[in-house]
């Protein structure tokens, strides 16, 4: 290990290399920081220069530490990691982050004539409609609105979602979500949707439009979720043919 002085200007400048890198998007897309050991390599610093670098950063808000977690990158836009059904609450947790939900609107109701199709169901089939409001250290980030067919999660309508995992209440029930397919487009926020999301009215958001199904392609509920554009990011592998 490299030995050298641990004066203030060596740790301000490993915290600014660190910085630098966050800014580049070298690390993943969940936020997490490497190991001591890999940072201490790619840095060529001390592990006592590279703690008091982190220590720095966590003071000004860069970074924050989970025990038994590692350092997180407190700013890492929000986004699942390539070709991975993963929900809110699990990419926060990945993050070391608790995740927060308020719901905005809930009601058991019966599917209209577009909604039984998306969802391969019989007219007027009976489904759960919820749209909450999702957070992140009490900072909104999106506004998530899922109508799950009852069906085939029956019970749901008596769970309380609150500060909970929709997908983690479903494979609860019985239900294991194991695909989604996914479309993102740019949208601007509405009144309603600037207000809740704290930002002014014609903001950039990311709009979302989901169907998923579980593992034999049986559709388990559709949704739409409306991301911050500053606080999602979407990443994707694509092959050529």
Request: charged share 25%.
């Amino acid at each position: 290990m490299p030995v050298e002085s641990t004066s203030r200007s060596t740790v301000t400048s490993t915290a600014e290399r660190i910085e630098k890198m966050i800014r580049e998007g070298d690390f993943n897309s969940i936020g997490r920081l490497p190991g001591e050991r890999d940072l201490v390599q790619r840095l060529h610093v001390s592990r006592t220069t590279l703690r008091s670098a982190l220590a720095l950063l966590a003071n000004q808000g860069v970074v924050s530490s989970t025990p038994q977690s590692g350092w997180f990158v407190t700013e890492a836009p929000l986004g699942e990691p390539p070709r991975t059904l993963i929900s809110f609450t699990e990419m926060a947790r990945r993050r070391g982050v608790i995740a927060a939900s308020r719901v905005l609107y809930r009601a058991v109701r019966e599917a209209t004539l577009d909604e039984a199709q998306a969802l391969m169901a019989a007219p007027l089939s009976l489904v759960l409609d919820v749209e909450r409001l999702r957070s992140l250290r009490s900072t909104p980030i999106c506004i998530d609105h899922s109508i799950v067919l009852l069906s085939k999660t029956p019970g749901l309508e008596q769970i309380e979602l609150e500060n909970r995992s929709l997908y983690e209440e479903m494979q609860e029930l019985g239900t294991r979500p194991a695909r989604s397919d996914f479309v993102i487009e740019a949208v601007g926020a509405d009144d309603r949707e600037a207000a809740l999301l704290e930002v002014t009215v014609g903001s950039p958001l990311l709009l979302g439009t989901e169907t998923c199904f579980d593992s034999v392609g049986t559709a388990l509920l559709i949704g739409t979720t409306r991301y911050r554009a500053n606080a999602y990011r979407y990443y994707s592998t694509m092959v050529r043919p």
